[in-house]
Nanobody, 118 residues
């Protein structure tokens, strides 16, 4: 059973930084997974923040370009989201998503809360 576990969410002041981690277990082919970070703010729909392919290609939402960086460590079955220059509007629950290259099933983590406030 594939499981994703996020960590790293916290309360941070505007302009600060955080690094989120998402560890995948239950699969030996993490390197072939497409991985994504989504977020959902109160009263808003879940939105795609960043994604990274098995080959390392990345894409970002316009709202985070230049501030967030997605990366992966295949040896640790982990994907990261480095968030710099955080703004209050980045406040949300951040979810990790992984798509199996074999079944195309999507797997979700439980989410981690990021709050940007002074």
């Amino acid at each position: 059973q594939v499981q994703l576990v996020e960590s790293g969410g916290d309360l941070v002041q505007p302009g600060g930084s955080l690094r989120l981690s998402c560890a995948l277990s239950g699969s030996s082919i993490f390197s072939r997974y497409a991985m994504r970070w989504y977020r959902q703010a109160p009263g808003k729909q879940r939105e795609l923040v960043a994604d990274i392919t098995s080959g390392g290609d990345t894409n970002y939402a316009d709202s985070v370009k230049g501030r967030f960086t997605i990366s992966r460590d295949n040896a640790k079955n982990t994907v990261y989201l480095q968030m710099n220059s955080l703004k209050p509007e980045d406040t949300a629950i951040y979810y990790c998503n992984g798509q199996s290259p074999l079944t195309r099933n999507n797997y979700w983590g439980q989410g981690t809360q990021v709050t940007v406030s002074s």
